[in-house]
């Protein structure tokens, strides 16, 4: 019988934080976490937009302890700020948000957008509540990532994509960051023997935001959007991931919550090292405590 949200376990006691909660697959996400009794920091970039999908989830669920924090994944500062008002342990941390598919532009420090966004962004983020997740034995970092991170190539010579712009091998780079991340990040927790889970998932084809960004006409994104799963279903690679007692670390959760096929660069144990060390140098953020035995 497939796992479905209700078979997550009782999560009383425990404390998340899943970033881009106020829509896509991030509001299911957190809907079906504080339903099972988790407390929920949800992040928005947009506080109005943060207090709408607070209001939600406590209409469908009254007894949720879910709060908002502020953060801007574009924004180092931000980032810092909102890591700075998490002092409690962590459990679980879901790195949801992300952008798609977007003209070229540049986030608040002067990187490629998307680049940016979905991978230093959460990169810095892990980093800076790795602390409090190595205070929760058995915590998790799940990161969404995609099937379309095959698309992506990371030339370390031209990280703002300043030569050459395609917004779908732009999007496709930042979830092929993702995912090493999320792999590199396993290994070198193992290497450290922290009792820490990383793993990523892939929600596919999904009727999100990031689906409906104008870079379809209106009606084939209308007839996509038929076809597509929807947020809800979207999210059960990440909440089981999340929350599953069966997952490994390391493991690439897709939509029928089998282990995702990756690209030959997402096994680029190299390339993930590089990665690494060049998203510790332009973010300023070191995993002090995962490098102790890296």
Do not use: C
Request: hydrophobic residues 45%; glycine residues 10%; aromatic residues 4%.
């Amino acid at each position: 019988m497939m796992w479905t949200p209700g078979d997550i376990p009782d999560l009383t006691g425990s404390t998340a934080v899943v970033t881009g909660a106020t829509s896509g697959i991030g509001l299911p996400t957190t809907l079906e976490l504080a339903r099972h009794g988790a407390r929920v920091i949800l992040t928005a970039r947009d506080p109005q937009r943060g207090r709408a999908a607070l209001q939600a989830i406590r209409s469908a669920v009254p007894e949720a302890t879910v709060e908002v924090g502020e953060l801007d994944l574009a924004d180092l500062r931000s980032v810092r700020a909102f890591a700075a008002t998490v002092e409690e342990p962590l459990d679980l941390l879901v790195n949801n948000a992300g952008i798609g598919m977007t003209p070229r532009r540049t986030t608040a420090d002067g990187f490629e957008a998307q680049f940016g966004t979905n991978h230093l962004g959460h990169f810095a983020l892990t980093g800076l509540l790795l602390p409090r997740l190595l205070a929760r034995p058995g915590a998790r970092v799940v990161t969404v990532s995609s099937d379309a991170h095959a698309l992506g190539t990371i030339d370390f010579d031209d990280l703002g994509l300043k030569r050459r712009y395609n917004r779908f091998s732009a999007y496709g780079r930042s979830k092929l960051a993702n995912l090493l991340f999320a792999t590199e990040l396993q290994r070198r927790a193992t290497a450290a023997g922290v009792d820490l889970l990383s793993l990523a998932s892939h929600p596919g084809a999904t009727a999100t935001g990031i689906a409906k960004l104008g870079v379809l006409t209106r009606p084939a994104g209308v007839l996509m959007r038929l076809v597509m799963r929807s947020p809800a279903e979207g999210a059960v690679p990440s909440l089981y991931a999340a929350t599953s007692p069966e997952v490994k670390g390391g493991e690439f959760v897709g939509p029928g919550l089998k282990e995702m096929r990756r690209s030959p660069k997402a096994l680029d144990a190299a390339l993930a090292a590089r990665l690494w060390e060049t998203s510790e140098e332009l973010t300023g953020v070191r995993f002090e405590v995962a490098r102790q035995h890296s």
